[in-house]
């Protein structure tokens, strides 16, 4: 009886702790627990966000073959199987195990492989990249690659040649 309110105890410890690990200064993006907003990779800070001036930008187009691969299809079959049961028996004072079996019946499912399928094959995805200079105010930081989504793309691609821009980009480099 002495265990009950010890373990009491420990789960609130834990609950306590695992909700101080929760909490961050973006509450939106912690509730999940996993530190990333729900239904997007990464989340976005305020300091994500880079200023430069517009120099060019570049559409690198999605490049894919044709294929082929192995066709793979759901076979299924059933088959019987020996199952083994025991039970103990206890009779005067003694202790003995009984032992029968009994046969189920299973249905066994995997892939095997039927033909081939064609598909299409990507070799290269599709990205959007641009390139600014005087990036964060500073000259010195100039022809810095940024790949951006095509929303941006748009934007920057519409804006005037050495135009003042803030992008929001999903890496550096193209």
Do not use: F
């Amino acid at each position: 009886m002495k265990r009950r309110p010890t373990l009491a105890g420990l789960t609130m410890l834990l609950v306590v702790a695992l909700a101080a690990c929760g909490g961050g200064p973006d509450k939106a993006a912690s509730v999940d627990g996993g530190g990333k907003a729900a239904g997007s990779g990464t989340v976005q800070q305020p300091d994500d966000r880079v200023t430069g001036v517009r120099d060019t930008v570049r559409h690198v187009a999605r490049r894919t073959t044709r294929a082929t691969r192995p066709h793979l299809v759901k076979k299924c079959g059933t088959e019987t199987r020996k199952v083994r049961h025991t039970k103990r028996v206890k009779s005067h004072h003694k202790s003995r195990k009984k032992t029968w079996y009994t046969t189920k019946k299973v249905r066994d499912c995997h892939k095997v492989r039927k033909g081939t399928e064609k598909y299409t094959r990507v070799l290269r995805s599709e990205r959007w990249c641009v390139r600014l200079d005087a990036v964060g105010g500073k000259s010195g930081k100039n022809d810095q690659w940024y790949r951006v989504n095509s929303t941006t793309y748009g934007r920057v691609q519409g804006a005037d040649d050495r135009a003042k821009v803030t992008i929001e980009p999903l890496r550096k480099g193209c």
